[in-house]
């Protein structure tokens, strides 16, 4: 069998990721917008959610697949509103916690979506992805049994690590265009769940839930093909960056 590395372009994807997702709180912090509370607070709601969807998942997903027949539609539904439910929903309510105890306020919503944008993003898929990578490196230039077995993986589950930079470019930056689709969506709801909460407003978190229904697309990736996929889903989140921040233009102007 003869070893082959996975090509290095495809290491710009999580530190492009990371970049973006790590600026982002950086930029906030500097303007002292962005406290601990609210990246604990952001942690708190976003694991929870994670934590909810694997559990719920592990239970489920079997069965309902075998119930549904493989319908995509329906898996559809049952991951979006998984997303509604769990992440946006779990972001309002901890939110209002964090708020009644005065740890968070107006004027830390753009913090607490950057929060929630950033443990996606830059840690859960960032962070991981350049482990892997870093990992991946490292045993296949090591050669031996190691590095044949995960070879073998690799070269069956993911054969695209091993393409040449200029068919590895495209899938670059269609991975961090939907990274980039996912900081902003969860920037937006993170938004509107603090607003919500603090001016006691439905209104706001009633157009934060619908924006988890972008994890409705995914089970139709296959079907639109990835530039379509990636197109549609970064429109999506541009249309929910702009419903959050238009429906928040006058509560913005009384935080100043």
């Known amino acids: 069998m003869t070893l082959q590395n996975i090509d290095p372009v495809f290491f710009l994807t999580p530190i492009i990721v990371l970049g973006f997702s790590v600026g982002l709180v950086l ?75 005065g740890k968070i306020r107006a004027d830390d919503a753009a913090a607490y979506g950057a929060g929630l944008a950033f443990w996606e993003n830059g840690v859960l898929v960032g962070a991981t992805l350049l482990l892997d990578y870093i990992v991946y490196t490292l045993v296949l230039s090591g050669g031996g049994a190691g590095a044949q077995q995960l070879f073998a993986i690799l070269e069956k589950e993911s054969p695209s690590l091993f393409y040449v930079p200029s068919e590895a470019l495209p899938l670059v930056g269609y991975a961090v265009l939907e990274r980039a689709s996912s900081l902003l969506v969860h920037f937006s709801w993170g938004l509107l769940c603090v607003f919500a909460v603090v001016f006691r407003r439905r209104l706001f978190l009633w157009l934060a839930l619908p924006m988890g229904l972008v994890d409705f697309l995914p089970p139709f990736s296959a079907r639109l093909g990835i530039p379509a996929f990636e197109a549609l889903l970064f429109g999506l989140s541009l249309l929910s960056l702009w419903v959050a921040l238009a429906s928040t233009t006058g509560a913005r102007r009384e935080i100043g």
Do not use: C, D, N
Not at 44 to 71: D, P
Not at 78 to 88: A, D, M, R
């Open 27 to 101: 930029y906030l912090r500097l303007r002292g917008r962005f406290s601990a509370w609210v990246l604990l607070t952001s942690l708190i709601a976003y694991g929870g959610a994670i934590a909810l969807k694997v559990v719920f998942q592990t239970f489920t997903l079997r069965s309902f697949e075998a119930a549904v027949g493989g319908s995509q539609v329906a898996l559809g539904a049952y991951f979006g509103l998984q997303t509604v439910i769990f992440e946006v929903g779990g972001a309002f309510l901890v939110a209002r916690y964090a708020f009644s105890k």
